[in-house]
């Protein structure tokens, strides 16, 4: 890094950049020109500096993202920054400004790392512009040898030459639907427009653009610039625009359609209230500023599920929340359980350490309680609602023995257990849950064989 930071060949003055900014990079590293070039792509595009998210990870080009202090940045892990920069557009076109342009700069290496990210932001067609700047190895870690060195390349890793053949990024990526694919040199004279092209277009977008690397590779490879283009073509490995086609539609378009828009029982935003207009004050009902339920109870009989539909009542209801379930390997036997913590306020930590309620509705959830030692951290005041059939190692003051499974049925158990919770406590109203059991299950005076609530009040 020192010897990076000492080595500065640019200084240049721009719209995006910091003023004056200088290029942290070796002399006559391809990233300066790349960089240089993003900026002028953004200038002729335009945008808004509050309209542009830069996303980067570990490498070389990684550093780029202090050098453009005028738009969003964020810096993240190896190889992660297409996987971060999807949610990060996604977020913005569902819930925010939908202005957002979220352009993703990597080197090969990274790209070699998170290559499934890269897939599955093409597969996706979210609107995100991935820069690979490919100098055909690992520059920042020592000059490794990457997925893309090409035959006979001389790294540190491959001091006799590289045998294994590189990775074509721009046939991934068109096999992977991407609509925008281009293979660029740095120096091109047109790789402005490229990458403008590239960055304008609502959708995802991948330009690889092939660059030296003077520390690790130059010397050691006896390469020029110029050099480049007989790499790529000595690999078929086509240059220029490959893919520009442009039909499919934006992820968050579709995304949008199925889950905001359709009427279906999934779509969680049915009636949804902001959390900034949510009213209830958990301090003054519950003395607690959230609350963790545990549901237990075993495979099969949808226990998940049933928690999954208080989770969304409640976030429908203005509230947060969380669901973090837990079930053995083999999906169908043995026990289901979920931790679900409701509040009015973010939640940073989704495990329930002290439970404010405990629903048990079957043996195998019971077991799985007492070996988890969670009846070691109930209170007097812990509510607990099971079924008639167990006997449970703990009293407290406010226990709730209940005909769970003859009265709903083994898959409505849990269902009935949480319907229970809520009447007794009412964090949210009430029929926003009921709701939910109509839309799902139909007539909610029907789904259980008997008077649950009935016999709940005179219990
Ligand atoms: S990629 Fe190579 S030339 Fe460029 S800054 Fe890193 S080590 Fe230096």
Redesign the pocket.
Known sequence: MEK?LSNIDINIECTYMTKGAQMP??KG?G?SHILRKLDEALLKLKLNPEDICLVTDIG?IGLADYLFDKVHTVHTTHGRSTAFATGIALADKVLASKKLKTIVLIGDGGAMIGLLHIVNAALLNTDVTVIVAD?FLF??TGGQQSAFSPIDFITQTSPLGNIIPPLDLCKVAVSSKAQYVARKISTDKDLVDTLAEAISYNGFSLVEVLEL????AVEKNKLKGTDLIKIAENHEHQLGVIENKKERKEFSVSYIEKFFKSESDFNLFTNFISPDQNTIDFNSKFGVDQIGIIISGSAGEKVQSSAAMLCQAAAQSGLFTTQKNDNPVTQGSGFSLSEVILSPDEIYYTGVDSPFAIIVVSIDGLKELKSQNIFEKVNDGTIIIYDESLDLPVQTKKMYKLPLRKICGPDRAALGGIDVLLNLIEPFPLKNFHSLIEKRFGDYQKIYKGDLIGMLRSN
């Open positions: 990076l990079f070796c590293c990233h070389c100098n520059g920042m690397c003077t520390e690790y």
